[in-house]
């Protein structure tokens, strides 16, 4: 059997996802990035063949905030690391009656209304635009369901993801409007993470996790921290056998990907070469790097 095309698989969430049955060779690492520092070390392990990489998307202790978290550094630390694939798993409340607590969403569209977070590698010097029209990796999300519906966890087939600045939750005019949207989650994390994920030329699934009825919900109108903790505890479990059972899929799986993430940027860069920043061309190469020495 040929090696699955997979290199390292990250994932980003919770500190509490790393702990998983078998996992060996585990350590912390300290990782720089041209965009500064990750939220945290990331955690090495080995599951069976596989390494994966995992990044507390809040630093450990959940130390900060959505709109301080440096997205760029994250996505770029595990590029650097040699991830192609990677499982985002984040709390979000349920916009819909029929997603209630404890419902994982396989994600597969955002609206994004954040405006406080840098959304880009890319710059002056060196402009990009990559497509964002399918957010998300098809071939990664099918494992995802796939490892779901064996575990009979309550799940849905795809669902939009409205990614909000935070970090106070919405008020119940916004809620409403957000449903009035067709929007069926809403959290604070995602976006701009799944942007630079596909500027990466990353693989990226989310997995949103219902912790709450927004505050729509007639029975919800006051989400409490203390609520939305209870339900996130019931979802630990469940969240690491989806990690081992993910890292078992993907490692059988030997068909090359045909998803397209990880030729995101073959028309993307705009900027003509002759015109392109020396010191962006050197700050993008663990981004970019394939195509930047491709296009000279």
Same mark, same amino acid.
């Given at each position: 059997?040929?090696?699955?095309?997979?290199?390292?698989?990250?994932?980003?969430?919770?500190?509490?996802?790393?702990?998983?049955?078998?996992?060996?060779?585990?350590?912390?690492?300290? &990782?720089?990035?041209?965009?500064?520092?990750?939220?945290?070390?990331?955690?090495?392990?080995?599951?069976?063949?596989?390494?994966?990489?995992?990044?507390?998307?809040?630093?450990?202790?959940?130390? #900060?905030?959505?709109?301080? @978290?440096?997205?760029?550094?994250?996505?770029?630390?595990?590029?650097?690391?040699?991830?192609?694939?990677?499982?985002?798993?984040?709390?979000?409340?349920?916009?819909?009656?029929?997603?209630?607590?404890?419902?994982? &969403? @396989?994600?597969?569209?955002?609206?994004?209304?954040?405006?406080?977070?840098?959304?880009?590698?890319?710059?002056?010097?060196?402009?990009?635009? =990559?497509?964002?029209?399918?957010? =998300?990796?098809?071939?990664?999300?099918?494992? #995802?369901?796939?490892?779901?519906?064996?575990?009979?966890?309550?799940?849905?087939?795809?669902?939009?993801?409205?990614?909000?600045?935070?970090?106070?939750?919405?008020?119940?005019?916004?809620?409403?409007?957000?449903?009035?949207?067709?929007?069926?989650?809403?959290?604070?994390?995602?976006?701009?993470?799944?942007?630079?994920?596909?500027?990466?030329?990353? %693989?990226?699934?989310?997995?949103?996790?219902?912790?709450?009825?927004?505050?729509?919900?007639?029975?919800?109108?006051?989400?409490?921290?203390?609520?939305?903790?209870? &339900?996130?505890?019931?979802?630990?479990?469940?969240?690491?056998?989806? =990690?081992?059972?993910?890292?078992?899929?993907?490692?059988?799986?030997?068909?090359?990907?045909? %998803?397209?993430?990880?030729?995101?940027?073959?028309?993307?860069?705009?900027?003509?070469?002759?015109?392109?920043?020396?010191?962006?061309?050197?700050?993008?190469?663990?981004?970019?790097?394939?195509?930047?020495?491709?296009?000279?």
């Amino acid at each position: 059997m040929s090696a699955p095309p997979t290199g390292r698989i990250g994932i980003i969430g919770g500190s509490g996802l790393y702990d998983l049955p078998g996992l060996t060779d585990t350590r912390w690492v300290a &990782v720089d990035t041209p965009w500064g520092a990750p939220s945290d070390e990331l955690f090495f392990g080995r599951l069976g063949e596989v390494e994966l990489v995992f990044l507390p998307r809040h630093g450990r202790g959940h130390r #900060v905030p959505p709109s301080e @978290v440096n997205y760029r550094a994250n996505i770029a630390a595990l590029k650097q690391m040699g991830c192609t694939d990677v499982l985002s798993l984040s709390a979000v409340g349920g916009l819909r009656a029929d997603l209630p607590p404890g419902t994982f &969403v @396989v994600v597969d569209q955002f609206i994004d209304r954040t405006f406080a977070r840098e959304k880009s590698f890319f710059g002056t010097g060196l402009v990009a635009h =990559v497509s964002m029209a399918k957010p =998300v990796c098809h071939r990664l999300g099918r494992h #995802v369901l796939a490892q779901l519906a064996a575990q009979e966890v309550p799940h849905a087939d795809g669902g939009t993801y409205l990614a909000m600045e935070g970090p106070q939750f919405s008020t119940l005019a916004e809620s409403q409007m957000y449903r009035s949207w067709n929007c069926d989650v809403i959290g604070m994390t995602n976006m701009p993470e799944a942007k630079l994920a596909r500027e990466a030329e990353l %693989c990226y699934a989310s997995v949103a996790m219902v912790t709450d009825f927004d505050c729509w919900h007639p029975g919800h109108d006051s989400v409490t921290v203390d609520a939305i903790i209870g &339900v996130l505890l019931g979802n630990a479990a469940q969240a690491r056998q989806l =990690v081992s059972g993910l890292v078992a899929q993907l490692h059988a799986d030997t068909q090359a990907p045909a %998803c397209g993430c990880r030729s995101a940027l073959d028309h993307a860069l705009i900027t003509a070469p002759s015109a392109r920043s020396p010191e962006m061309i050197h700050r993008l190469q663990g981004i970019a790097g394939r195509v930047l020495q491709a296009q000279g």
